[in-house]
């Protein structure tokens, strides 16, 4: 589990493909202070494993479903990406509960500048327009972000200029591609209540059903 609150930006060393996934290595420092061998590390907001570490760098290894899912199988060497280590249960949650499990990925397609920060428009899969609400949270390249509007099947966020110059949401342009991962607590209300929903419109459409074969 992390927060979306972005510790450090590393920079791809290694990105070879392998069968169909992907072996990543990522150059950094903070993030290697106090990781060990199968701990999860969000990168641009993918929850991965770490399989090798050395004085420099850690490695991952990036399956068919994640690529898939994600923009992980588009990395090359040089690419910057948002690094978060897992949270701790006893500290303070300063962004919302991400799980690093990526939706989809949606496409930049704006970049303003607001009277303080920058506002960020992405297009994102129009059947997925129900999990983003206006001031919900919403997850993007890792980073922990409050959706300001919603217009059909795209969002606006604002981001604040510490944020913006701690993360490589500006490195983005429009058309590139970035990670989404929806609040995870809508995505659990809808699971919970959809077989109640469906029973419901069973029933009434049973009542119709009776209603309609009455004899004349």
Not at 3 to 26: C, H, N, P, V, Y
Request: aromatic fraction near 6%; glycine fraction near 8%.
């Amino acid at each position: 589990m992390f927060t979306g609150l972005i510790e450090e930006i590393g920079i791809i060393k290694i990105a070879k493909k392998f069968s169909g996934g992907i072996r990543i290595s990522i150059t950094c420092k903070k993030i290697l202070e106090d990781i060990k061998i199968d701990d999860s590390i969000s990168i641009n907001g993918v929850c991965q494993t770490v399989i090798g570490i050395n004085d420099s760098s850690f490695t991952v290894e990036a399956v068919e479903e994640t690529i898939r899912k994600s923009t992980l199988g588009k990395f090359n060497t040089g690419k910057k990406v948002n690094l978060e280590r897992a949270m701790r249960l006893n500290d303070r949650l300063g962004g919302h509960l991400v799980q690093g499990h990526v939706d989809c990925t949606g496409k930049v397609i704006a970049i303003k500048n607001d009277s303080t920060g920058k506002l960020l428009t992405i297009n994102f899969p129009a059947n997925d327009s129900r999990y983003i609400v206006a001031l919900g949270s919403i997850c993007i390249d890792g980073v922990s972000l409050t959706v300001a509007r919603r217009e059909n099947n795209s969002f606006t966020v604002s981001i604040i200029p510490h944020t913006w110059g701690m993360t490589t949401l500006n490195e983005l342009r429009t058309g590139d591609e970035v990670n989404l991962e929806y609040d995870i607590i809508g995505k659990y209300v809808e699971q919970m209540v959809e077989p109640f929903a469906t029973k419901s419109t069973e029933s009434k459409s049973s009542i119709l059903d009776q209603f309609l074969e009455q004899p004349d």
